[in-house]
């Protein structure tokens, strides 16, 4: 977190309750350490995806996708592309619908979304209660947002953090691995234990070794598609699928679209 990050983080913590903030990142990285804010987060992934620490777990925000961060929720900010713009909104949370505000969640972004994300951030970076119209759309279109666009959870890691250290050791390994055929007698010579040991260690963690690895790859994928340098073909090799055939099937299992739609949805924003 660089000085000028902290203190804008600072004056929106120390700010009265009546205002909603507005930050738009450029076309930077993002690195942003562990913080909380007395305040409820939206944050909106223009281009680019980003990676958020929340509670020791680890999520993943796919470009075109927006995360609800509670307040007074210490996360963690971070992305693997080279270039990301980021919408920021941030507003009290005694403004907070219900109950479930407090709870993080990921949610798809669409076009009518979109465009209310767009015609708020022209009235920041301050919307004041004062506003009163204003202001009243703002928390209105937030949390219809957070209950009605369609939620998706996408941790990165997928397994808590007490994690055991072997499978700990085994994911570490899959992670370097994605794009080669590596196979569960690989990753089980890497992490110690044998085949048998190391699948039943992942069914203990509620999911396969074939099903991580598969999770893995396609969210890779999501982030080369990201910096939009290559096509989708040669995105489906460089994460380790066989056939385009393959990721195509893989990814829509996972984000419920095939690649192609995403792509589309990608040059649209």
Request: proline share 5%; hydrophobic share 40%; aromatic share 12%.
């Amino acid at each position: 977190m660089n000085e000028e990050q902290r203190t804008f983080i600072n004056s929106v913590g120390a700010a009265s309750s009546d205002k909603v903030f507005v930050k738009v990142t450029g076309r930077e990285g993002i690195n942003l350490e562990p913080y909380s804010l007395n305040r409820i987060q939206l944050v909106e992934a223009v281009t680019g995806t980003l990676h958020v620490m929340v509670n020791d777990r680890e999520y993943f925000v796919p470009e075109g996708y927006a995360c609800w961060i509670p307040s007074n929720t210490v996360h963690a900010l971070t992305s693997c592309n080279r270039r990301i713009v980021l919408r920021f909104f941030f507003f009290s949370p005694e403004d907070a619908a219900d109950s479930k505000a407090d709870n993080f969640s990921v949610h798809y972004v669409c076009p009518w979304a979109s465009t209310n994300f767009r015609f708020i951030v022209g009235y920041g970076p301050v919307i004041s209660r004062d506003d009163t119209g204003l202001y009243a759309f703002c928390l209105s279109f937030f949390h219809t947002f957070r209950k009605e666009e369609r939620q998706v959870m996408l941790p990165l890691r997928g397994i808590d953090a007490d994690t055991p250290p072997t499978l700990r050791k085994a994911m570490a390994y899959l992670h370097v691995h994605l794009a080669d055929n590596v196979k569960v007698e690989d990753t089980a010579k890497a992490a110690g234990v044998s085949p048998r040991t190391l699948s039943r260690l992942f069914s203990e963690a509620g999911t396969t070794f074939s099903d991580y690895l598969c999770y893995q790859r396609v969210i890779r994928a999501l982030e080369l598609m990201a910096d939009n340098t290559m096509a989708l073909k040669e995105v489906a090799y460089a994460t380790g699928f066989s056939t385009p055939a393959n990721f195509n099937r893989a990814f829509k299992q996972v984000m419920g679209v095939p690649p192609s739609e995403m792509r589309k949805r990608q040059s649209n924003s």
